[in-house]
């Protein structure tokens, strides 16, 4: 029997995924299968004048058109050029009773001390020796919420307020230290072998409407005026993840042909995006990604082209607001931003409570996107229906699980990430 609307309105209220801020009242969300639309998916292996893509030697060229159309349309264009970077050790030692190695690190973008820096915080195996794989992804609330270690630097960024992380002034205080680290799993990740590299979001961009008066955007007062398809939020958040990228490069405890990008929520989107552009990444994972991230725009289900860029109108460029309530006729769809991944490995995770970020529609695209990954060679998705609830799915380089629970990052997935990577990383 199919959950009534109102049943799952309350179901989400209770799990605090609508993101109406305040009194202000949640727009209205279909969340019944009955209610999505018909809609028709843009081809991944046809180019854009309409010929086939017909083998592997032809993928590029489709996977540039695809990145071309998602930047344009959706994210906006990050500048190309590499900024000034230097990095600077601010603190390093043992961490977790010896069995890691900590480093912390500035990455300044100006010569001076001032502007814009990202404060980076790694993990390494202290059991073993390098160079390791690694886990690369953003945190909501301070690397010094990630776990219980007391020597990490408290975050000097922007934080959004949470009575559950003990914010408020968007400052971190002492009381956050280890209240996201259920997310994290630091200590298992270093168990398993695995290097872990984090910073907080708000080092990159402030997660408000600011119009881009703080933040990486400034580095480039070239942006303004601002057009239809300038980088908003997450194109921010996702250039940042590249420059750390940069920093593991240098780092000679990490391997960085194995080096995997993750993230959870709006963070997921970020991590999609930072993955498509970036062939650095070799692995590319999406958790509870919803719109703008895995899941596909033109079902209309749980969050839309309307409620993000109602809420969170600086996280797309302009361009995309021209698409709410006209998902018909988007020329894009987020299948494609999973293909950009290929030929490199992909997951993506749903929770089967998640209802926001639209489980099913997540699963969709991510089969969609298989198609790119078997034209190229790889082997076709085991199943064309989303599998059961915590019953994981994979081929060698794509990867699906609908973990029992709600909108959050929990040990069973960091447990299937990690025995994905191992077997992709020949671990």
Known sequence: MKLTNLLLQVMLAMTMIIPAPGDVPPLPANYDEA????????????????????????????????????QDQVYGFMPVEKPYMRFVET??????????????VRIWFKPEAEGPSIDLLLYVPAAAEGPFPAFVGLNFYGNHAISSDPAVHLATCWLRNS????????????????????????????????AIATACHGDIDPDFDDDFQNGVHGLYPGDEPRSGNTWGTIAGWAWGLRRMMDYLETDADIDPAR???MGHSRLGKTALVAGALDERFALVI???SGCGGASLSKRCFGETVETVTH????????????????????????????????????YV???????????RGEFISLYHA??????????SFPVSEPPATDQPVSTARLGYHRRSGRHAVKRYDWERYVEFARKLFGM
């Open 370 to 379: 298989a198609a790119v990954y078997e034209m190229l060679g790889h082997g």
């Open 311 to 346: 809420y969170f109108p600086h996280w797309f460029c302009e361009n995309f607001k021209q698409y709410v309530k006209r998902e018909a006729d988007l020329p894009l769809d987020q299948h494609m931003l999973l293909a950009a991944v290929a030929p490199r490995a992909l």
């Open 91 to 104: 603190e390093s030692g043992l961490a977790f009773g010896g069995k890691a190695h900590r480093k912390q």
């Open 286 to 288: 999406s958790n509870n």
């Open 349 to 359: 995770a749903s929770a089967d409570r998640d209802f926001w970020a639209d489980p």
């Open 259 to 261: 080096v995997a990008v």
């Open 163 to 194: 009575k559950d992380q003990v914010i408020a002034e968007n400052r971190a205080g002492a009381e956050g230290r280890g209240l996201n680290a259920e997310a994290w799993q630091v200590e298992y990740l270093i168990e398993q072998g695995f």
């Open 35 to 70: 209610g999505v639309p018909d809609y028709k998916l843009p081809d991944l292996l046809k180019f854009a004048d309409g010929s086939p893509v017909a083998a592997p030697p032809d993928w590029p060229r489709r996977r540039a058109e695809l990145l071309e159309l998602l």
